[in-house]
C-alpha cells in the first residue's frame, strides 16, 4: 500500500515535468546496468548493491505502470518492449562477469543457460497468448465479395425485399390442437371444442390426449415452471469428480508460476546476495521451467 502511494504521487510529480512511460524504462535500463556493475564485484556488498538497484527497477516499473500519459504509437511499444528485455540480458552479463571474476569457470554457460530457459518460456507463454487465425477453408475457391444465393449486383442490400408468403403449418400439430375437421362420419370428434383440446377421440379410435388450457394460450402454469427451471440446473450441475478435477490454482500462485520479469529480479536478488550467480542462473532455469509446466497444466493463467 505505502509502495503504490509512493508510486503514485512519483508518477505525478514526473507527469508535471513532462517524463512519458518510455522515459521511465530508459531510467530503469539506467539502474539495470548499474545493477549488472555492482553485481560484477562477486561479494557481498556487490550483492546488496545491486540488489538495491534491483529495486529502483521495480520501483521504475511501478511508476510507470501508474502513469496516466501515455503514447500508444507501435514505435514506443515496441521501444519499451526491447528496453525491458535488454536490461535483463544486461543484469545476467553483469552476473557471468562477477563468477568468472570470482573463479567459476563455467559462469558463461550458466548464463547461456538461463537465456535458453528464459527464452523458451517467453516463446510457449506469448504462442498461447496470441489470437488465433480465421478459418479461411470456407472461402477456398470462392470468389472475394461473393455471396452465395443473392443477386442484384451492388445495390442489392438497399433494395427492399418482397414481403415472405404465409409459412404452412404442421398438419398434425393443427390436427392434434384443432381435432379432424368436419366430415362425414365424423361424430364427436367433429362437436369437439377447441378448448378442450381436441379430447373427444374418433370412434374406434384411441382417446385422444387432453392439451390443457395453458399449452393453447402459450402459458405454463408455476408449477411446470419451476420444474423446468430444475432441470437445467440438474443438466448442467457437474459430478463431485469434476468439480474437483476443475479447481484452479490461486491467484498468487498463478502469478508466481509465471515467473514474470518482476519475479526473475526477485530470485536474482535474493540468491545473489544469499550464495552466488551459479546458484542465480539455476533458480532462473528453474523457474522459467515451472512456468512452462504451469502454462500447461493451467493455460487460463495470469500473462505477463
Known amino acids: 500500500m505505502v509502495n503504490g502511494t509512493v508510486a503514485r504521487s512519483t508518477a505525478r510529480m514526473l507527469e508535471r515535468r513532462h517524463v512519458t512511460r518510455a522515459g521511465m524504462t530508459r531510467i530503469s535500463v539506467l539502474a539495470a546496468l548499474g545493477a549488472a556493475v555492482w553485481f560484477t564485484r562477486a561479494d557481498t556488498v556487490g550483492a546488496l548493491a545491486g540488489s538495491l538497484f534491483l529495486g529502483a527497477v521495480l520501483f521504475c516499473d511501478?511508476?510507470?505502470?501508474?502513469?496516466?500519459a501515455n503514447r500508444r504509437d507501435a514505435l514506443t511499444v515496441w521501444l519499451v518492449s526491447m528496453l525491458a528485455q535488454l536490461r535483463e540480458y544486461i543484469v545476467y552479463a553483469g552476473l557471468a562477469v562477477g563468477a568468472v571474476l570470482a573463479g567459476l569457470a563455467d559462469g558463461w554457460g550458466w548464463a547461456a543457460g538461463a537465456l535458453i530457459a528464459l527464452a523458451l518460456?517467453?516463446?510457449l507463454?506469448?504462442?498461447?497468448?496470441?489470437?488465433?487465425a480465421p478459418d479461411l477453408s470456407r472461402d477456398v475457391g470462392r470468389e472475394p465479395h461473393a455471396r452465395p444465393g443473392r443477386t442484384g449486383g451492388l445495390l442489392a442490400d438497399l433494395a427492399p425485399r418482397p414481403p415472405e408468403g404465409p409459412r404452412e403449418s404442421d398438419p398434425r400439430l393443427t390436427g392434434r390442437l384443432l381435432g379432424p375437421g368436419p366430415g362425414p362420419g365424423s361424430g364427436a370428434a367433429a362437436d369437439a371444442r377447441p378448448g378442450d383440446g381436441g379430447a373427444a377421440a374418433a370412434p374406434g379410435g384411441p382417446p385422444r390426449p387432453r392439451i390443457s388450457p395453458e399449452a393453447l394460450t402459450g402459458r405454463e402454469s408455476p408449477s411446470a415452471r419451476a420444474s423446468l427451471s430444475r432441470e437445467p440446473e440438474r443438466a448442467t450441475a457437474p459430478p463431485e469428480g469434476d468439480r474437483l478435477a476443475r479447481v484452479q490454482l490461486p491467484h498468487l500462485a498463478r502469478r508466481i508460476m509465471v515467473f514474470s520479469q518482476s519475479t526473475r529480479f526477485l530470485a536474482i536478488a535474493v540468491t545473489a546476495t544469499l550464495w552466488d550467480a551459479r546458484v542465480a542462473f539455476l533458480t532462473l532455469i528453474v523457474g522459467c521451467a515451472v512456468a512452462v509446466t504451469g502454462e500447461l497444466v493451467d493455460p487460463r493463467g495470469g500473462r505477463r
Open 62 to 68: 511501478a511508476v510507470r505502470a501508474r502513469m496516466r
Open 121 to 123: 518460456r517467453d516463446w
Open 125 to 132: 507463454l506469448i504462442a498461447r497468448a496470441a489470437p488465433t
